[in-house]
């Protein structure tokens, strides 16, 4: 029996009959929406609802969007993306004629082994060695070039916003600059921004901005082809949304605060070169080992949206259903990196 929270007319985005195209807020809706059709169309193929018994449909057909294409993962054959085509000619390039999306873990039975792998790997900053990355990659390509210069949005949530945002990052360093939403993205971190008292969490930040300054450093000066990823991707400027109390996401707030607070004591060099790279990579090339990869989680710009209502739970803070909420308080904020002062 289909729960409360897979049925549109119960619990999806209803209120949005009318919407506003350049209402950020309005935006953040669909892009939810979508994601969630991810969700339940393979909720839908798991409990093997056809016809009439299907219940993703309303989930995009709502605001005007048609079912392209079901993106199946190679190993466990589930459903793990979408992409959808606006039915009509965009009047407008805040209306996307297309958006890729991508759903997060599911831990039922069918799902929970292949979609822990990619969890594990996003935690190892291996996902660009998934197949699933790679499938994601071709059809996100191939989007691209059918658009013929149309709007491409990427949207995705948790696992999902981890495969959107290493897309996006690769698309950005091939000249396409796509609009991004990034539901509840994971950011592999010990949970600093838990701790309540303000100058202990400014301390362990600052101490660790100082050590992550030091092997970028000795990083760069160990390297033979030194290649900055934050110049390039400075420019891409995808969307946030972040729970402080969700702690697989909520470390974005202090990444992005804390790098301000650099500047604003006057040591933003040293907070932007902590901030480029984690600490593995940059021990890796200090040490002379192999390491072909940025990490993922890391971004040089970002517009962060905040939800600072109060949340019962876990489950909550972490779902997508907050994001089309037209009530919470949200605080938003872009943080744009500044690629004129950086130190080389």
């Not at 301390?203 to 934050?230: C, E, M, T, W």
């Not at 907070?271 to 990869?293: H, I, N, P, Q, W």
Request: charged fraction near 20%.
């Amino acid at each position: 029996m289909a729960s409360e929270g897979e049925i549109f007319r119960l619990s999806g985005p209803v209120h949005l009959t009318v919407v506003d195209w350049n209402n950020i807020h309005h935006r953040r809706s669909i892009a939810a929406s979508l994601v969630k059709g991810v969700y339940i169309l393979e909720f839908d193929r798991q409990q093997n609802r056809h016809g009439s018994q299907a219940l993703a449909l309303p989930w995009w057909d709502f605001f005007h969007f048609k079912l392209n294409q079901v993106l199946i993962d190679d190993v466990d054959l589930s459903i793990f993306g979408a992409i959808y085509e606006y039915k009509y000619q965009s009047p407008t390039p805040k209306i996307p004629q297309y958006v890729i999306a991508f759903r997060g873990t599911i831990t039922k039975s069918d799902t929970r082994s292949q979609d822990f792998k990619l969890d594990l790997q996003c935690i190892r900053n291996t996902l660009h060695q998934s197949s699933r990355f790679q499938l994601a990659m071709q059809y996100v390509q191939y989007t691209v070039g059918l658009s013929r210069g149309a709007s491409v949005w990427l949207a995705g949530h948790s696992l999902g916003s981890a495969m959107a945002l290493l897309v996006g990052k690769d698309m950005t360093k091939m000249g396409y600059f796509l609009e991004t939403y990034l539901l509840n993205p994971p950011f592999p971190s010990l949970p600093v921004e838990k701790i309540k008292n303000e100058r202990v969490k400014l301390g362990i930040r600052f101490a660790s901005s100082v050590v992550n300054a030091g092997l970028s450093k000795l990083a760069v000066n160990s390297s033979q082809h030194h290649y900055d990823p934050f110049v390039v991707l400075s420019n891409w400027i995808p969307y946030l949304f972040v729970n402080p109390a969700d702690p697989i996401c909520s470390e974005y707030i202090g990444y992005f605060e804390h790098r301000k607070k650099m500047e604003e004591i006057g040591v933003g060099q040293l907070g932007r070169l902590a901030t480029k790279d984690s600490m593995t990579s940059m021990f890796s090339r200090v040490l002379g080992l192999e390491s072909d990869s940025e990490a993922l989680h890391l971004l040089p710009s970002a517009y962060l949206t905040i939800n600072r209502g109060q949340v019962p739970d876990f489950n909550a803070a972490h779902g997508l259903h907050q994001w089309w909420n037209p009530y919470f308080p949200c605080q938003s904020v872009l943080y744009k990196y500044n690629t004129t002062t950086c130190i080389e």
